[in-house]
């Protein structure tokens, strides 16, 4: 049964910095999409990033510039470093990932996580 497990969500003022991680098991396959998406109660969940099994990256443009995708395959875990946060990135943040190519992006991904919460006060 493969589980996502993020973690390190919390509250922090505009401008401040998080760091995200999701942990990956119960897998035998290799994941080749990952993807951070985040959504707000009441509105359509949106992509923020992703990376694909070759290393590849995509980002949402509200984020371009602020936000970094990364990953550790040995242990399994994503990352996501989001600097300059502003309020508008508050919602929960999920991640996701599953074995099929295509656009990592543009597509639903078939295993989620639980979600972290992230709250950027002015």
Do not use: H
Not at 16 to 24: D, E, I, N
Not at 29 to 55: H, L, N, P
Not at 81 to 93: F, G, H, I, R, W
Request: net charge positive; glycine share 14%.
């Amino acid at each position: 049964q493969v589980q996502l497990v993020e973690s390190g969500g919390g509250s922090v003022q505009a401008g401040g910095s998080l760091r995200l991680s999701c942990t990956a098991s119960g897998f035998t396959y290799k994941m080749y999409c990952m993807k951070w998406f985040r959504q707000v109660s009441g509105k359509e969940s949106e992509g923020v990033a992703t990376i694909d099994g070759d290393g590849n990256t995509d980002y949402a443009g509200s984020v371009k510039g602020r936000f970094s995708i990364s990953k550790n395959d040995t242990k399994n875990t994503l990352y996501l470093q989001m600097n300059s946060l502003k309020p508008e990135d508050t919602a929960m943040y999920y991640c996701a990932a599953d074995p099929f190519g295509g656009n990592c992006m543009s597509r639903m991904l078939k295993f989620w996580g639980r979600g972290t919460l992230v709250t950027v006060s002015a």
